[in-house]
């Protein structure tokens, strides 16, 4: 006799292919969107120590909130992406798409970035 899972004594409706689509991009625009929020209210702390130099002299607990911020930021990515790999396979399907494209971004930065730097280094003489 075969063991039981409890998700198999009710199974799940077979997705559509539509479904799956939609799912998958709101894993993928979700991420950014939840991201760029998450990203702006981690950098909150640092924009009002440069606006407010004189208010903020003591810089110590804004940078420290900023990486607490940080640090539950991408605990709560993973935590959603392991919630919805189990709920929504798509969704998560489609955040693991946006963690590739992230790290695509980030390289061919770094790259644009080494090029520019080492190329005004090569035009200057040094």
């Given at each position: 006799?075969?063991?039981?899972?409890?998700?198999?004594?009710?199974?799940?409706p077979q997705l559509t292919?539509?479904?799956k689509v939609r799912d998958f991009l709101l894993g993928f625009f979700g991420w950014w969107v939840i991201n760029g929020i998450c990203s702006m209210i981690n950098v909150l702390p640092s924009l009002?120590?440069?606006?407010?130099?004189?208010?903020?002299?003591d810089?110590?607990?804004?940078?420290?909130?900023?990486?607490?911020?940080?640090?539950?930021?991408?605990l709560l990515?993973?935590?959603v992406l392991?919630?919805?790999?189990?709920?929504?396979?798509?969704?998560?399907?489609g955040m693991l798409a946006a963690f590739g494209a992230?790290?695509?971004?980030?390289?061919?930065?770094?790259?644009?970035?080494?090029?520019?730097?080492f190329g005004l280094l090569w035009q200057s003489g040094v």
């Open positions: 006799m075969d063991e039981m899972t409890p998700n198999q004594g009710t199974p799940q292919s539509g479904q009002l120590m440069v606006q407010y130099p004189t208010t903020f002299s810089t110590t607990p804004f940078a420290l909130a900023s990486n607490v911020l940080g640090c539950i930021w991408l990515n993973l935590a392991i919630l919805l790999a189990f709920k929504r396979r798509w969704a998560a399907f992230a790290l695509c971004l980030v390289i061919l930065a770094a790259l644009v970035f080494g090029v520019v730097c």
